[in-house]
């Protein structure tokens, strides 16, 4: 039984098109993320909700949008995908305290064509 | 602005013998510090975390050091065992705020 579920795993698009990640966990968690491994392997927060409220949102470009219906679910939309956002997105949640850790998805590969 | 950096992209140890992975930090606001591991086509998973209050903490054969003074932390893996290879991250917290990681540092144990 996932605790954290990422679709789609892999995602190969063209450049312009606008693109759905959905996540989904099942911990009770009150706060989730999204972060993004890039070419460089660093794996950098791009934004979290906690119970459906936006807390973090980084620096990144207005043509990211995050959603989250319910405590459970946080997905992200990509408008006018560029090559540039080719990378690997995972989410994550948490119960809120650093000491508890996050828990991951497994990670969707964006490539972008 | 890397804050948290793993400086070795990859070690290599043979089995039996004592993984030394090593994070450095610039932020003094960080109060925790965690270790995930992370294998091919999964996601992150915690390893083990130590609080900025304390040096040491040790969970079976995986143990943290900590030194504040020096912005510095280790993890020891004791004995290394082949499916301790995966790619370890170093991450710290500022006040249960955001997690931020460092790059990553692949272990490999030798059998």
């Known amino acids: 039984d996932t605790a954290v579920s990422q679709t789609p795993k892999y995602l190969v698009t063209q450049m312009g098109n606008d693109k759905s990640i959905k996540c989904e966990q099942n911990?009770?968690?009150?706060?989730m993320y999204w972060y993004k491994q890039d070419s460089k392997k660093f794996l950098k927060i791009m934004f979290s909700?906690?119970?459906?409220?936006?807390?973090i949102n980084e620096t990144v470009p207005n043509r990211f949008s995050p959603k989250s219906p319910d405590k459970a679910h946080l997905n992200l939309h990509i408008n006018s995908l560029e090559l540039g956002d080719s990378a690997v997105y995972f989410c994550a949640s948490s119960g809120g305290r650093s000491d508890y850790g996050y828990t991951f998805g497994s990670g969707t590969r964006l490539t972008v064509v | 602005d890397q804050q948290v950096k793993q400086n070795s992209p990859s070690l290599s140890v043979q089995e039996g013998r004592i993984s030394i992975l090593n994070c450095d930090y610039t932020?003094?606001?960080?109060?925790?510090f965690l270790w995930y591991k992370k294998y091919p086509a999964e996601g992150p998973t915690f390893l083990i975390s130590i609080s900025s209050i304390k040096d040491k903490n040790e969970d079976g054969r995986f143990t943290v050091f900590l030194n504040k003074s020096a912005k510095h932390l280790s993890l020891h893996i004791v004995p290394s065992q082949p499916g301790d290879s995966a790619v370890y991250f170093c991450a710290a917290s500022p006040y249960g705020n955001k997690l931020v990681f460092g790059a990553g540092t692949i272990l490999r144990v030798k059998s």
């Open positions: 932020n003094s606001m960080f109060d925790y």
């Open positions: 909700y906690n119970n459906k409220e936006l807390i």
């Open positions: 911990l009770g968690h009150d706060t």
